[in-house]
T-cell receptor, first 114, second 109 residues
């Protein structure tokens, strides 16, 4: 089945220790998104890639970076995680920019910062 | 700024009960409106959508009507099942999705 896969499902890191979260998709979609969802809050868009074109949200901290080496994979890098970065991180895809309203989500990676 | 307000959970209902989850939005213009659902251990899935005023989105027995005058998009289902237990997210967008905080629904047999 075509799907969006996130690894790992649970990630523990230490305060200030860089961490990378991974997302892959078998849908061959052009657009990939990263959202942050803190406890009891709405998912918040961090950035997205349209193909190789990176689009950062204005209020996304510089601590968060992303890489998309090919169509299938997208990574979220947190350079120096703080306690406030503990959250669920959701990856999503859409087939095109015009289909932004039909996104396919992965199950998420829950990040704990000690 | 733009935002979505949806009913706080958790909501617990008995099987075959009627469901309403309220959702209102604040946005410029007339955005598209959505309901996404997240089943345990899975990612969010689009449940239904409406793109203009008075449109009704429907799927799996769920319905929601785009009410421009009240800026609302309440989710309803006439008879819920245990398998409907999930977290429901209301959202809107013009070029990107803005979500509410989610409502956890539990259906008991």
């Amino acid at each position: 089945d075509a799907m969006v896969i996130q690894n790992p499902r649970y990630q523990v890191t230490q305060f200030g220790k860089p961490v990378t979260l991974s997302c892959s998709q078998t849908l061959n979609h052009n657009v990939m998104y990263w959202y942050q969802q803190k406890s009891s809050q709405a998912p918040k868009l961090l950035f997205h890639y349209y193909d190789k074109d990176f689009n950062n949200e204005a209020d996304t901290p510089d601590n968060f970076q992303s890489r998309r080496p090919n169509t299938s994979f997208c990574f979220l890098d947190i350079r120096s995680p703080g306690l406030g970065d503990a959250a669920m991180y959701l990856c999503a895809t859409s087939s095109s920019r015009e289909k932004w309203n039909e996104q396919f989500f992965g199950p998420g990676t829950r990040l704990t910062v000690l | 700024g733009d935002s979505v307000t949806q009913m706080e959970g958790p909501v617990t209902l008995s099987e075959e009960a009627f469901l309403t989850i309220n959702c209102t939005y604040t946005a410029t213009g007339y955005p598209s409106l959505f309901w996404y659902v997240q089943y345990p251990g899975e990612g969010l899935q689009l449940l239904l959508k409406a793109t203009k005023a008075d449109d009704k989105g429907s799927n799996k027995g769920f319905e929601a009507t785009y009410r421009k005058e009240t800026t609302s998009f309440h989710l309803e289902k006439g008879s819920v099942q245990v398998s409907d237990s999930a977290v429901y997210f209301c959202g809107f967008g013009n070029e990107k999705l803005t979500f509410g905080t989610g409502t956890r629904l539990t259906i008991i047999p």
